[in-house]
């Protein structure tokens, strides 16, 4: 697979700097890669080939829950990888932005 250039490229560099342990929004980290949504963050990460070592465990929506897909058990993955890092979930799967959020 070709290695994605220009936008997809600049979501990666961002999502590599949150550190283990920590979690961003698909909104924070389109503002921070500029002229980006967060729809394009997320579709940015489904592009991403598993076979790479990436961190996209640590990209949260808003309300500090995972994004669950149509198919697949990729939340799960998600859940475990990150409280594997440490974080810790509440009774409704939600993520204190608070306590494990990354100021970027």
Known sequence: MDKPTGLHDRI???????????VATYGQIASIVGRCTP?????????????E??????????????????????HLDQRRLLEQEGVVFSDNARIDLRTYGWGG
Do not use: C
């Not at 070592?53 to 990729?74: A, C, E, I, Y």
């Open 12 to 22: 990666y560099e961002v999502v590599r700097r949150i550190p283990r342990g920590r």
């Open 39 to 51: 729809r394009m963050v997320g579709y940015a990460l489904a592009a991403m080939p598993f076979w």
């Open 53 to 74: 070592d990436f961190p996209w465990q640590r990209v949260v929506n808003s309300q500090g829950k995972m994004s669950l897909r149509t198919h697949g058990t990729g």
